[in-house]
């Protein structure tokens, strides 16, 4: 069989990517191919919204299907063949395309040997059998440091579970948030029951012998609960593309159009790493900008991809939403309303914003992203006031 365009990967940028194709052309066929059994989802909820106010039925998105594509689920692709432009999968379907888009992602990182009781979010599957594991108040380890375990660490304790939160950095968000800020985070995660535990790491989990699991971390501690939410970072779904002979650093190497090694094949979202940096840009809003542009660009537009995406959480009852290189090791100007509850972080190299964090400070990134072009250099006087809430 023959589409005009087929998507390999059907996650948000895919989704995204069906948007694109569709701003160009209206009637080429699409199809979409997934090796999860369910359609395109949002996966950000999975760490947050979905454990607080937000229904299963909300987390599905459908703009493949408005638009008329294809949807294959729980195919896995097995070949490209990119001087033939053809694919095959493990059911033994061979497809020829125009255009292939690579939008395969990333999966968690995880331990070796490690049991059932340890869950890796990620995926609705995992969410489904989490949430089912945590329907009564339980003891529950987080590991790691980042997103996902900021995140769990905070709904869980909100939904009343006990939370040991074990993160390799000195205090949470190290090297991300300022100390006034930090302190502030910290205390916040301390008041609802967080137990931190700092400055190490868990090596494995096994099955306790009295039930539960206990975690053993490298400087000598052990620690024990019902079960084990791990966030250990992520690795990229890049094989097929190492298979088909593309560029991989790792994940897929794409140029400023999207295009990989191969002519008539582009990589998007979390899989695609940009040369001549190769950084991985792990975030919704990337995910969603270029896997538009992809879609864009296959269908004939000449669009390079420049966006700066941002990011964004919710811890309690704080949020923020953060743009560019939000990094301490920067030169740091605080500009706050209110001391670690409401204000403005900006990140400086040699005079330049290199990124901004809205702390309590909502739909500040447009100015942001307007700060972060100016080519001159700045003083830290004449950054206050420049984002605030209510501001236009």
């Known amino acids: 069989m023959e589409y005009e365009y087929v998507i390999v990967g059907a996650g948000m940028a895919a989704d995204a990517a069906v948007r694109g194709i569709r701003r160009h052309d209206p009637k080429g066929r699409i199809l979409v191919i ?10 950000p909820p ?21 638009r008329g594509a294809d949807l294959w689920l729980h195919t896995a692709v097995t070949r490209i063949e990119p001087q033939h432009r053809r694919l095959m999968t493990r059911t033994g379907s061979t497809v020829q395309y125009g255009e292939l888009l690579l939008a395969t992602g990333v999966r968690p990182r995880r331990w070796d040997d490690a049991p ?11 969410h489904v059998r989490l ?16 997103f ?18 074990v993160l390799p950095q000195a205090y949470p968000f190290e090297g991300f948030f300022p100390p006034v800020l930090a302190d502030h985070v910290a205390a916040a995660y301390q008041q609802h029951g967080v137990q931190l535990v700092v400055g190490s790491w868990v090596e494995r989990v096994e099955e306790n012998p009295g039930g539960g699991v206990r975690a053993h971390l490298k400087d000598g501690r052990d620690i024990r609960g019902d079960l084990v939410v791990a966030g250990l970072g992520s690795e990229f779904n890049d094989e097929l593309a190492k298979a088909a002979g593309l560029a991989t650093g790792p994940g897929i190497v794409v140029d400023t159009w999207l295009k990989t090694a191969a002519d008539h094949v582009w990589a998007a979202g979390d899989v695609a790493v940009m040369a001549p940096h190769h950084e991985p840009m792990w975030h919704e809003d990337h995910a969603l900008t270029q896997g538009r542009v992809a879609g864009e660009n296959m269908a004939g537009a000449k669009k390079p991809y ?8 919710d811890l309690y009852d704080d949020g923020y939403e953060a743009i560019g290189r939000c990094e301490t090791r920067y030169e740091v100007v605080e500009d706050w309303v209110v001391p670690g509850r409401e ?17 309590n400070v909502w739909d500040g990134i447009p100015k942001a992203r307007d700060i972060m072009a100016e080519e001159h ?7 206050v006031g420049k984002i605030r809430n209510g501001a236009s």
């Open 34 to 43: 997934g090796d999860e059994p369910y359609p395109p989802y949002q996966r």
């Open 46 to 66: 999975l760490s947050k919204k979905l454990w607080l106010d937000m229904r299963m039925e909300q987390v599905w998105l459908d703009g493949w299907k408005r």
């Open 116 to 126: 059932d009781a340890v869950y890796y979010v990620g995926d609705v599957a995992t």
């Open 131 to 146: 949430f089912q594991a945590l329907a009564e108040p339980r003891q529950v380890i987080v590991v790691g440091g980042g």
């Open 148 to 165: 996902i375990g900021s995140e769990m660490a905070a709904v869980l304790s909100t939904r009343g579970h006990q939370v040991t939160w």
């Open 306 to 313: 420049t966006h700066v995406p941002f990011f964004y959480s």
């Open 343 to 359: 204000g403005v972080v900006y990140y400086l190299d040699q005079g330049r914003v290199v990124g901004v964090l809205n702390w």
């Open 377 to 383: 250099p700045w003083e830290a006087r004449d950054l």
